[in-house]
């Protein structure tokens, strides 16, 4: 039995990526033929599409990634020095959250700045 999931592990995330990279590209798409069909011109397409960009997106993802990491890191300390196996998914659902809310007020942070300057 396990031999069979974990042929289908790798099969389901690919399809799952896959999935999330079509919808991704179908919206994208859908979102700028609504702007053209309501009659902007190029420059203001353009505009409009530069405002919605986060210029902290790197910055983000990256502390998520840390948080997500120190999580893992500290879950499994404390599963080797416990012995109980809850550490892991607690501490990584603690450190991500973490990390997103912290994502997003230092973001906020430095989109406000960004405006006043």
Known sequence: MESIIAVFIPII???????????????????KQMLIEKGLTVEERKRFLEEKRDP?????????SIFF???????MMLQNATGQD????????????????LANVIGNKLKQQN???
């Open 13 to 31: 995330v690919t399809l799952v990526i896959g999935l999330v990279i079509v919808v991704d590209i179908y919206f994208r798409s859908k979102e």
């Open 56 to 64: 902290f997106r790197m910055l983000k993802i990256g502390m998520i």
């Open 69 to 75: 990491g120190l999580g893992l890191g500290f879950g």
């Open 86 to 101: 809850y550490w892991i998914p607690l501490l990584l659902f603690i450190g991500t959250g973490i990390g997103f809310v």
């Open 115 to 117: 405006k006043s300057d």
